[in-house]
């Protein structure tokens, strides 16, 4: 069996949708010939009879019903994949795992949208380590922590206070703010692949109990019954407001960087704009 090609499929389709053969040799600016040799090699590849020709009409056989859907899906994944490959000047995604910018997000899509009208703006939370970055989710990716992975370059764009989410009930909730050694008896909820809190926070004879989670509404949901508390940048606080959480300053812990990622060989054109923008949020935010 031959490969079938991208043109046998084109050829299937036009005859189909035009009609006749001739017209589909007008769409396709070939002579009629061509599209008879075109489609004649892909019924030899697949082995089946594709099309009934008479003198009055061309009509797919049952087979070639189904054939020509599966045709039409490929051609149709096909123009995705290189709208996908030649969008880069005309669209940004960019990628978080938790929350994206916290209260400079909107500031950010707006001054964006102003000062770029010719690429669009998309954010998609992936909760992933990179973001969705080496998963080919985003161009670039909002990270909270290194990547250590060489194929990935990165740069701080701004710092952010840890604070600590507790359920609004918790008697740590009437204080204006609250140290480590506040919650080193406390069960503390973490996402090891996204997070940035790790028990090492905690010095080693007094490090709290950890369990596990992978998405920010479980998260909430968690603390919220009061069984567990969280540490979280504040950029979560600014996107996730909850009834039933407080959130309150961490005021022994150092702040965390706020990183903007991207690949090391195929930069988005839009990449140093988007850092200066970003920069200058965080500066005077």
């Known amino acids: 069996m031959h490969d079938v090609e991208l043109r046998q499929l084109r050829c299937l389709v036009a005859i189909v949708d035009e009609g006749t053969f001739t017209d589909a040799a007008i769409a396709l600016g070939v002579s009629q010939a061509a599209v008879s040799r075109t489609l004649a090699s ?26 020509l859907a599966q045709a039409r899906r490929v051609l149709g994944e096909v ?3 290189v709208r996908e490959a030649t969008s880069g000047h005309t ?15 909107s500031a950010f899509q707006r001054r964006w949208a102003q000062t770029h009208p ?8 992936t909760n992933s380590a990179t973001a969705g970055l080496a998963e080919g989710g985003c161009d670039l990716a909002v990270v909270r922590r290194p990547l250590d992975d060489r ?7 701004g710092l952010e206070r840890r604070l600590c989410a507790l359920a609004a009930d918790d008697p740590l909730a ?16 973490i996402d090891r692949r996204t997070g940035t809190t790790t028990p090492e926070l ?41 009834r039933g959480i407080v959130y309150r300053p961490v005021r022994d812990a150092e702040p965390i960087a706020v990183r903007l990622a991207w690949w090391r060989d195929e930069a988005h054109p839009a990449t140093q704009a988007v ?10 935010g």
Not at 91 to 105: D, E, F, K, N, V
């Open 118 to 125: 010719g690429t669009d703006l998309h954010l998609a939370r």
């Open 42 to 67: 892909l019924e030899r590849a697949l082995g089946v009879r594709l099309l009934r020709r008479t003198s009055r009409e061309v009509t797919p056989t049952a087979t070639g019903q189904r054939v």
């Open 174 to 189: 009437r204080r204006r703010s609250v140290r480590l050694a506040d919650l080193a008896g406390r069960t503390l909820l």
């Open 151 to 157: 194929r990935f370059d990165s740069v701080i764009v």
């Open 91 to 105: 669209r940004l995604r960019i990628g978080y795992a938790w929350s994206a910018l916290g209260r400079h997000t």
């Open 275 to 284: 850092v200066e923008l970003l920069t200058a949020l965080y500066r005077t």
């Open 79 to 81: 123009d995705d994949l």
């Open 202 to 242: 905690w010095p080693a004879d007094a490090r709290p109990q950890t369990e596990e989670t992978h998405d920010v509404d479980d998260w909430l949901t968690l603390i919220s019954t009061g069984r567990c508390v969280g540490v979280t940048a504040e950029s979560t606080a600014d996107q996730y407001p909850r």
